[in-house]
């Protein structure tokens, strides 16, 4: 019995030093490590060896003459491959018909796509709603492995080789903002499916009146294989901004957005830069004409936003930029007067997060104009698959640094050349001033056809700050006429390994 006493008695005074202790770190304001593991390791990067790239314009009727333009730039030798197929209308259990494919990098690849005449399938209807979604007809994939894949930039192009769109990659969201209706009689929204597994996806839709109210366009099936088109004019109608935010509950797809007056093909949106509080939109031109700025504004607390344009002369608020309040969930437009003529980059900040699209007079026939969206900084490098400095047409860089200065290398590498063949390339080093922006011409590489088409690579140089840049396609001679504007996004041949760390750390209150 004494030593059951005395057991207690210990086990009593043991539970008072534990608290006690316990107690005492409670009053240590400090993170306490009860375990740490090794020092965390540097960053790794893996070579990039396979990507995916879909078009919605080639082979489909309403882009008839069109084609792909591809084109890698590697950061080493080796082999690879980019297989191009067809997507199906009605989707397919296995890839689409297989067109061709292209193994070597270093140069522009073209190859026009002829227009799919095969059946197109059955309507379907968007889950509670009346938004008709029908399979299309054409649309390609391109599949590219090993150096195929790294630094890869895939164009669709229009009858002469004018590159129209940047070709995206799958996934799970995306968002467009660009006129309404009131100015777009048409307005198609293009879901491509790459894979061998159907997607489902959902539609957000508002405008400068606010959300859309009364109407959903959800449940949107995407066949495997496949690619299926949605009208949408007469769902935004009498909208003078629009915003599309499509985003997947099952699988990925590419979406892509084509608004027309209805005098021809019209133009490609291109896909915004998700929202965030700081955007560039680079590379408006020297052209003359009216500018105008579309601003998708998706949460429910007002933006009130900062505008600068990003000149040769240096950053400052252009006319029509002071004082941009816009509601929440709505998307407006912005008349910025003074821009025609002014090469730029639109810097915008906001106390919310937003997305944006800039539109310049010109663009193809039956286009509103033509487009340049928010994009991130480039990053490694940026590609541009097909540039022409022939056939009436004269094609430029507009590069800026809105912040600090920067240093790129451009590169234009011909057809039959590689980027590393001294005689088939033009080179150089453009450095930026900080809060500027440079216009770098480009022409045809010395010893390639006359009249060919040229690949450009923009590689930021160390200690350069970010920068961004867009391509400009004009009417060659005196007064030419804009024809397309596509700004240059980043193709990686490495991706970074985020290091993990084998540890536990607590803190006691």
Request: hydrophobic share 45%; charged share 10%.
């Amino acid at each position: 019995m004494r030593n059951l006493r005395t057991s207690r008695i210990l086990l009593g005074v043991a539970v008072i030093l534990v608290l006690g202790g316990l107690y005492g770190l409670g009053g240590v304001k400090h993170s306490i490590a009860l375990a740490g593991g090794p020092a965390v390791p540097p960053v790794r990067s893996e070579a990039v060896t396979s990507v995916t790239r879909a078009c919605a314009s080639p082979g489909w009727a309403g882009g008839a003459g069109g084609g792909i333009a591809v084109m890698a730039a590697p950061a080493n030798a080796g082999t690879g491959r980019a297989v191009v197929n067809r997507l199906a209308a009605a989707g397919s259990a296995t890839s689409g018909a297989h067109l061709l494919s292209l193994a070597q990098p270093g140069y522009v690849q073209l190859s026009g796509v002829r227009t799919d005449t095969g059946a197109t399938g059955h309507v379907q209807q968007a889950s509670g709603q009346g938004v008709a979604t029908t399979p299309a007809l054409g649309g390609v994939v391109v599949s590219a492995t090993g150096v195929m894949a790294q630094g890869l930039e895939v164009e669709q192009t229009a009858a002469g080789g004018l590159p129209t769109a940047s070709c995206g990659s799958p996934g799970t969201d995306f968002w467009f903002v660009g006129p309404g209706q009131h100015g777009v009689p048409r307005i198609e929204l293009f879901l491509m499916n790459p894979s061998g597994q159907a997607a489902d996806a959902d539609v957000d839709v508002f405008t400068d009146a606010g959300p859309l109210q009364g109407s959903t366009d959800t449940g949107i099936t995407v066949p495997p294989h496949g690619m299926v088109v949605q009208l949408l004019a007469a769902l935004v109608h009498g909208s003078r901004s629009v915003t599309l935010h499509v985003r997947t509950s099952a699988g990925q797809v590419v979406a892509a957005v084509q608004e027309s007056t209805g005098t021809g093909p019209g133009a490609w949106l291109p896909a915004a830069q998700a929202p965030a509080t700081h955007l560039v939109l680079p590379g408006l031109p020297n052209t003359a004409g009216a500018r105008q700025l579309y601003v998708a504004v998706p949460g429910v607390q007002d933006a009130k936003i900062k505008l600068e344009a990003v000149t040769s002369r240096g950053a400052y608020e252009p006319t029509g930029a002071g004082g941009i309040d816009i509601p929440g969930g709505s998307a407006a437009n912005i008349t910025l007067p003074s821009l025609g003529g002014i090469p730029a980059a639109l810097q915008l900040t906001s106390n919310v997060p937003v997305t944006a699209v800039a539109m310049a007079t010109g663009g193809p026939a039956g286009a509103p104009g033509a487009f340049t969206a928010a994009a991130p900084a480039i990053q490694e490098q940026g590609v541009i698959a097909d540039d022409l400095a022939a056939a009436g047409r004269v094609s430029s860089l507009v590069i800026s640094a809105p912040r600090t200065a920067a240093r790129v290398r451009v590169v234009e590498a011909a057809p039959g050349g590689s980027a590393k063949n001294s005689g088939q390339q033009n080179a150089q080093v453009v450095p930026v001033a900080a809060g500027h922006s440079i216009v770098v011409p480009l022409a045809t590489v010395p010893g390639s056809p006359k009249g060919s088409a040229f690949a450009v690579v923009i590689t930021p140089l160390p200690g350069s700050g970010p920068v961004y840049a867009g391509r400009v396609i004009v009417g060659s001679g005196a007064g030419g006429v804009l024809q397309a504007i596509l700004p240059v996004a980043s193709a990686l041949t490495s991706v970074p390994l985020t290091p993990v760390r084998n540890s536990f750390l607590t803190t006691v209150p």
